[in-house]
């Protein structure tokens, strides 16, 4: 026997529905690569939006037809976002920061049929828009007076010149909900990138649970502001929960250094932003530099790659900001936990309220996980037991697009597919995850696992260390022993025995780093995450002293 319900399918097209007739005057503030503050609001989004689609049907574009865009936070990808999956196409952001030759590979993989771009991404369009075999179209995304007269993109036309002729009346379509919605590329640290595609089905359903209060807790109250690209997982998913329940939105623009972003927390009133650590690091920096304090920010999200402790206290203890660790990847849309604290947790003291709130935190309903050993067996929930980390859930994808790398899952005796993180971690008793390093960055040291996030943690505490990366080099004793290099602060001055014995006492001896490298920049990926790839290869030729 069936339900007796309505069967209405779960499309992103009804969450902009709803924030244009529930909170329509709910704004949507966007600093412009063009370099004004712009103002709309949800329901200007939405009737744009409705042009958006018009405008796509009017190419003739197909059902399910890849609608590429190369942009930064602001409202016109915003528009996109509903009006090209809403009309049934699939969005497909391009991380701009990759190598000219990947994105065209990218696209190309993709079969994107039109790229919609910020003009300060026009140097880039121009390295690869002849080897983009199958775009037809290449919209600029801005207003017709600032298209440039010379671009070298034959037939680019503006956005606004190109959703003008249409109205905001249409009627979006009905279809399965497991139709794809949007896709991003993986980052392609080994091989190709890997697509991630995205059903609307899995979006509305972790757009929900993202929003629910023991995850962002998001609201009609909030005033939001998403520093993770829209280009990156869809900036974690808040531009559908922010529709869903009618939040304000703050767009930064390419405007990410740690003055603008502060500036437009303070300007507008923002309570709830999310990021990378490496920006958090910029505005914290230009925070003290300026004995800065804020006035509205209540708490933020932080992911991408580990937060440092350091970087914890600093927002909780100096700025009475809430800090929610959260950890997912592009293959889980992209959350898979986030930390916040139970009941049994408010009577504890603040120094044990810290301890876990340095934990990547909980499963959200949707998700569900565990650690096994090398043969595949479930360790205990002991906070103590490091395996493999394995999800499975509605918004983990079960295979890439085209088939790329074959069938990633791992069976259970049950025959449930389980998704290989690539990330080693353990779980408490109570549920909450931490990540003690990625299977490939592991450090093996006479038998005995070291966690490269534990030693850089206690380097970036350092108040001379701006970031830390370690790694392993080859030793003939130990088959590998820890080193760390080091970025210091400006104008700080920190020497390799300063630092090595800043590690005493905070983790066990044979842990301690053999030597300290000292650079001028460690390499940063595509998405803010340390490239231990490249790390190792710049520092190829190096030889721990004594061996």
């Given at each position: 026997?069936?339900?007796?319900m309505?069967?209405q ?7 902009i ?22 103002r709309s609001t ?15 049907d ?11 865009t ?27 920061r ?14 994107d049929?039109v ?9 880039l ?12 179209k ?16 034959p037939n ?10 249409y109205?905001?009346t ?26 991630a ?14 929003a629910?209060?023991d ?46 972003v502060?500036e ?22 230009h ?6 304090k804020?006035?509205t920010?209540?708490r ?11 970087m914890?206290?600093a ?9 929610l ?14 930390c916040?604290l ?7 003291s603040?120094?044990q ?41 509605p ?28 990330d ?14 990625r ?48 970025v ?39 998405t803010?995450k340390?490239?231990?790839?490249r ?13």
């Amino acid at each position: 026997m069936l339900g007796l319900m309505q069967d209405q399918p779960l499309l992103i097209s009804s969450l902009i529905e709803f924030a244009e007739r529930h909170n329509g005057d709910a704004e949507i503030v966007s600093r412009r690569v063009e370099g004004d503050i712009h103002r709309s609001t949800w329901r200007e989004i939405a009737s744009r939006s409705r042009r958006v689609a018009n405008a796509l049907d009017n190419e003739q574009l197909l059902f399910s037809d890849r609608i590429a865009t190369l942009a930064w936070n602001g409202h016109r990808h915003l528009e996109l976002y509903y009006g090209v999956s809403g009309s049934g196409r699939v969005l497909h952001t391009i991380n701009p920061r990759l190598h000219p030759d990947q994105i065209a590979w990218i696209a190309n993989h993709a079969e994107d049929q039109v790229l919609c771009f910020d003009l300060s991404f026009l140097p880039l369009v121009q390295a690869v828009h002849a080897k983009c075999t199958t775009i037809r179209k290449w919209i600029a995304l801005c207003d017709a007076d600032k298209l440039p007269a010379d671009s070298g993109i034959p037939n680019l036309v503006s956005y606004e010149a190109w959703i003008a002729p249409y109205g905001d009346t249409y009627a979006w379509p009905s279809f399965d909900e497991n139709s794809a919605s949007s896709m991003c590329y993986t980052s392609g640290t080994t091989g190709n990138p890997k697509a991630a595609l995205y059903s609307h089905r899995s979006t509305l359903l972790h757009a929900y649970a993202a929003a629910l209060p023991d995850v962002m807790n998001l609201s009609a109250r909030d005033s939001v502001l998403p520093v993770v690209p829209m280009f990156h997982v869809n900036a974690w998913g808040i531009p559908y929960s922010a529709a869903l329940t009618g939040a304000k939105l703050v767009f930064p623009g390419p405007a990410l250094d740690g003055k603008s972003v502060f500036e437009l927390i303070e300007s507008e009133r923002v309570t709830f932003a999310a990021g990378v650590p490496t920006v958090w690091q910029m505005m914290l920096g230009h925070m003290q530099a300026n004995e800065l304090k804020f006035s509205t920010l209540k708490r933020t999200v932080i992911g991408g790659s580990a937060c440092p402790p350091a970087m914890i206290n600093a927002f909780q203890q100096q700025h009475g900001v809430e800090v929610l660790h959260a950890w997912g990847m592009t293959e889980m849309s992209p959350l898979g936990t986030l930390c916040t604290l139970k009941n049994k947790h408010l009577t504890q003291s603040q120094e044990q309220q810290t301890a876990i709130r340095m934990k990547q935190g909980r499963a959200i309903f949707g998700v569900d996980m565990k650690i096994v050993d090398a043969n595949g067996t479930d360790l205990p929930w002991d906070g103590k037991s490091s395996g493999d980390l394995l999800v499975k859930g509605p918004w983990v994808v079960k295979e890439y697009f085209k088939g790329e790398g074959g069938d990633p899952l791992v069976p259970d005796e049950q025959g449930r597919g389980w998704f290989p993180t690539g990330d080693v971690a353990t779980v408490d008793a109570d549920g909450y995850l931490q990540i003690t390093d990625r299977s490939k960055d592991v450090i093996k040291s006479g038998g005995e696992w070291i966690s490269s996030i534990d030693i850089e943690n206690i380097a970036v505490a350092h108040p001379a260390v701006a970031m830390a990366a370690c790694i392993g080099v080859a030793h003939p004793k130990w088959d590998e022993r820890p080193i760390v290099a080091v970025v210091k602060k400006p104008g700080c001055e920190l020497s390799r025995d300063e630092l090595l014995a800043f590690y005493a006492g905070k983790t066990a001896k044979w842990q301690i780093p053999d030597d300290v490298v000292f650079l001028d920049a460690i390499p940063i990926g595509a998405t803010g995450k340390i490239l231990k790839t490249r790390l190792r290869e710049q520092l190829r030729d190096y030889k721990l002293p004594g061996v």
